[in-house]
């Protein structure tokens, strides 16, 4: 529901938005990609900005790889449904056979609530007027926030998001809109980077 | 915006594609593997900030900073993820009735 309707607020068409829950499938770089066009920043921003969220999922994949089919039609199935919720529900079963089937029922579920929440919430915000009278404007940091809070276990994570914040912040008067978050994810690549090094 | 829309479509859609299908060596550097989860972390931080404190290249304090302080309230009483949302947009829309 949140995301059809924040993203038809910040000015994506419906087909645009559905077609974003059922072809990008994963939530961060959707929210994302409405988040950067909501605020003013042009799509190509958001675009980059959702590609660089969608990077974690390499990884998902890299860990689901042992456990999934290895045939090629499937694997091309699977591999829309390697995200955040699946991951987390397949390796936590010790029997491959349960991994898998974990896998998939989360997958699907998700994919089918997630798409019909996305048009019911799109359609709603067709026949709002002004998204601001229903305080859709702050909807997007709160979403982004659910998604941040359970990354936030550690100090080191923390700290992270905190600079990460402070620097967006101090660039956005100078750049257009949606570069903060390009400049900060390149930021955040150096420090890993640098201090995998040490 | 379709354009940009399909496109990060194809991208993130290629990024899950990858991880299943590279040779596992490629992915597997330990730098890579240290950094790619911090990127979520920075890149979520920064549009919770600038999608509160900001409106075009202006920052501004307005109704959207109480709303996300609820949020916060609601994250920490580890709320669902819809309450947390709705929570934040019927403060500012409260507050902007008042």
Redesign the interface.
């Known amino acids: 529901?949140?995301f059809g309707t924040i993203s038809t607020a910040a000015g994506?068409?419906l087909p645009?938005t559905c077609?974003?829950s059922l072809?990008?499938?994963?939530g961060?770089?959707q929210?994302?990609?409405v988040?950067v066009?909501?605020?003013?920043g042009?799509?190509?921003a958001?675009?980059a900005?959702?590609?660089?969220?969608?990077?974690?999922?390499?990884?998902?994949?890299?860990?689901?790889?042992s456990i999934?089919e290895r045939s090629g039609l499937r694997?091309?199935f699977?591999?829309?449904f390697?995200?955040d919720e699946t991951t987390a529900m397949a390796i936590a079963r010790e029997d491959p056979a349960q991994s898998r089937f974990a896998f998939w029922a989360t997958g699907i579920a998700l994919f089918v609530f997630w798409n019909l929440g996305t048009l019911a919430g799109a359609l709603a915000t067709h026949f709002v007027p002004d998204p601001?009278?229903?305080?859709?404007?702050?909807?997007?940091?709160?979403?982004?926030?659910?998604?941040?809070?359970p990354?936030?276990r550690a100090r080191e994570?923390m700290a992270?998001?905190?600079?990460?914040?402070?620097?967006?912040?101090v660039c956005?008067?100078?750049v257009?809109?949606g570069v903060?978050?390009l400049i900060?994810?390149v930021?955040?690549?150096v420090?890993?980077?640098v201090?995998?090094?040490r | 915006m379709w354009a940009g829309v399909l496109v990060a479509c194809a991208a993130c859609y290629a990024l899950k594609l990858a991880g299943l299908s590279l040779p596992a060596g490629l992915l597997q550097d330990a730098r890579v593997q240290r950094t790619i989860p911090l990127v979520p972390v920075a890149l979520l931080a920064a549009l919770v900030a600038t999608n509160t404190f900001s409106t075009g290249n202006h920052l501004v304090l307005d109704v959207r900073a109480a709303a996300l302080g609820v949020a916060v309230v609601a994250v920490l009483l580890r709320a669902p993820f819809l309450v947390v949302v709705a929570s934040a947009a019927a403060t500012a829309a409260l507050l902007r009735l008042l």
């Open positions: 529901m949140s994506l068409s645009q077609a974003l072809l990008m499938f994963t961060a770089s929210f994302a990609l988040g066009v909501g605020a003013g042009s799509v190509w958001g675009a900005t959702a590609a660089l969220l969608g990077s974690r999922n390499a990884l998902y994949g890299l860990r689901l790889s999934l694997r091309l699977a591999a829309h390697v995200i601001k009278v229903f305080g859709l404007d702050a909807a997007p940091p709160a979403a982004f926030l659910a998604l941040l809070a990354r936030l994570p992270i998001a905190l600079a990460a914040g402070v620097v967006a912040l956005l008067p100078f257009p809109a903060p978050l900060v994810a930021l955040v690549a420090f890993g980077v201090r995998a090094r």
